[in-house]
């Protein structure tokens, strides 16, 4: 079964903190990509990637930065936590996303204090 | 960016019942995607469509993609407790690779 494996499912953190979500899969694909999710306002992309060591900014990049330094792995960043990062997080992979869609990991639960 | 309404927000219903949903937007999309999310867990995938007017059919699900290609419905005949979760809507971005998505629709039905 193909999988997109986050590796938390829940984090608490406090402010001021450097952060780092992990997100591996297993299907080869080149596309990688970060959401975060709140009640209200659906899915917001971060960062994306779709090459190893390429990444481009989505529509929400500020107070985050992603790392790619293998096809399968796609980290997020969040270099100074604040509490308006308290969210869910969702990572995703793709062959052409139009086409296929994404396959997405469980999430994270990140809670800033 | 491009902007997906969803309507309605919030959906409550009795097992039995039909329903209707709506995705919508100013934009014209190559493709447009619904998916599914149980809480906890990431959306899962149910359909693309890709042509203006396509209408797909997966089992008591029917996804329409309106012929500007710019709106979509998703109607669930008969609906059960199991097709409760959060209904999303997403089109495809100027390289069809990054999607956009919706704030979802809420449905609940109830036993």
């Known amino acids: 079964d193909v999988k997109v494996t986050q590796s938390s499912r829940y984090l608490v953190k406090r402010t001021g903190e450097k952060v780092f979500l992990e997100c591996v899969q297993d299907?080869?694909?080149?596309?990688m990509f970060w959401y975060r999710q709140d009640p209200g306002l659906g899915l917001r992309l971060i960062y994306f990637?779709?090459?190893?060591?390429?990444?481009e900014k989505g529509d929400i990049p500020e107070g985050y930065s992603v790392s790619r330094e293998k096809k399968e792995r796609f980290s997020l960043i969040l270099e100074s936590a604040s509490t308006n990062q308290t969210s869910m997080y969702l990572c995703?992979?793709?062959?052409?996303?139009?086409?296929?869609?994404?396959?997405f990991g469980s999430g994270t639960r990140l809670t800033v204090v | 960016t491009q902007l997906l309404e969803q309507s309605p927000q919030f959906l409550s219903i009795q097992e039995g019942e039909n329903l209707t949903v709506y995705c919508n937007s100013s934009?014209?999309?190559?493709?447009l995607q619904w998916y599914r999310q149980e809480p906890g867990e990431g959306p899962v995938l149910l359909v693309t469509?890709?042509?203006?007017?396509e209408v797909k059919k997966l089992k008591r699900l029917t996804f329409q993609f309106g012929d500007a290609r710019k709106d979509s419905s998703l109607h669930i005949t008969a609906a059960q407790p199991g097709d409760t979760g959060l209904y999303l809507c997403?089109?495809?971005?100027?390289?069809?690779?990054?999607?956009?998505f919706g704030a979802g629709t809420r449905l609940t039905v109830k036993p």
């Open positions: 995703a992979s793709s062959l052409i996303a139009a086409d296929y869609g994404y396959t």
């Open positions: 299907m080869d694909h080149e596309n």
């Open positions: 990637s779709y090459d190893v060591k390429m990444k």
């Open positions: 934009s014209v999309f190559s493709s």
């Open positions: 469509v890709v042509t203006g007017g």
């Open positions: 997403a089109g495809g971005g100027g390289n069809n690779n990054d999607m956009r």
